[in-house]
């Protein structure tokens, strides 16, 4: 069993910055990707970074050029380095795995961020 354990979250003022690490143990068989995804309140949860096995990134627009994910693949570990934070990226942050041959979705428990004005 893959397990995701987030950490790094919490409360900053607009135009900080901070960095979430997530840490995956367990069996991983085939990874296929990393990532970062958010909830804010009340909204749906979304897309915020993904790295590949391939080391191919993507961003959502809201993010680019703030945001860098980045892979530690030794120690099974994404980074999220977040910068020029502004108050709706305010969310909880889940960690996100993807690996297997009909791909499985596995998930952490999720780090609050809050950007204050």
């Known amino acids: 069993q893959v397990q995701l354990v987030e950490s790094g979250g919490g409360l900053v003022q607009a135009g900080g910055s901070l960095r979430l690490s997530c840490a995956a143990s367990?069996?991983?068989?085939?990874?296929?990707?990393m990532g970062w995804y958010r909830q804010p309140p009340g909204k749906q949860r979304e897309l915020v970074a993904r790295i590949t096995s391939g080391e191919e990134t993507n961003y959502a627009d809201s993010v680019k050029d703030r945001f860098t994910i980045s892979r530690d693949n030794a120690k099974n570990t994404v980074f999220l380095q977040m910068h020029s934070l502004k108050p709706e990226d305010t969310a909880v942050y889940y960690c996100?795995?993807?690996?297997?041959?009909?791909?499985?979705?596995?998930w952490g428990q999720g780090t609050q961020v809050t950007v204050s004005s």
């Open positions: 367990g069996f991983i068989f085939r990874l296929k990707a």
């Open positions: 996100n795995l993807v690996a297997g041959v009909s791909p499985t979705n596995y």
